[in-house]
């Protein structure tokens, strides 16, 4: 599994704290390059992408690209300032662009909570009404709606 370094980890649960942050997680690889992306927004210190595995039509995800850690708990008072003002940037362009007739603006602590990728980051998942949400994880997007979506929210930013 991506992000898992069975000899440093061995043994102790994902979310445990002190736990060491993992470089080799998905987000660590997408800032890196080595993971392509479609990018909605970018700074020297936040990006924001879509949902490749997305739960609804116009997911996205914002993560830090500088900070270490894991999770909310672990954040220093100015990376959390930094990624929530991208995520009402973006909650904003998402919902000028798709119109959606709410936002669900989520971020999992744990993995009693849902965290799955122990790198910050936060969920934007538009919602319609009657529309059921979709499992997370339940199958990979068509790269080329990701990529157009992602175009739609940026030209609404």
Do not use: W
């Not at 007739?101 to 602590?109: A, P």
């Not at 009657?130 to 709606?145: S, T, V």
């Amino acid at each position: 599994m991506l992000g898992r370094d069975p000899a440093r980890c061995k043994g102790r649960p994902a979310d445990e704290p002190g736990r060491p942050y993992e470089d080799d997680n998905i987000f660590a690889r997408i800032i890196k390059g080595e993971i392509p992306s479609a990018k909605i927004y970018e700074t020297d210190r936040v990006l924001a992408i879509m949902d490749a595995f997305p739960q609804a039509r116009g997911h996205c995800l914002v993560v830090h690209k500088t900070s270490r850690a894991r999770n909310l708990l672990d954040a220093e008072p100015e990376t959390l300032d930094e990624l929530i003002t991208a995520v009402q940037k973006i909650a904003r362009g998402v919902r000028t662009a798709l119109k959606p007739d709410g936002l669900v603006i989520t971020q999992f602590n744990g993995t009693a909570a849902g965290q799955t990728v122990f790198h910050l980051h936060f969920h934007i998942i538009p919602r319609v009404e009657g529309e059921a949400l979709g499992r997370h994880g339940g199958g990979m997007a068509d790269m080329a709606e990701l990529e157009r979506l992602a175009r739609e929210i940026a030209g609404a930013l």
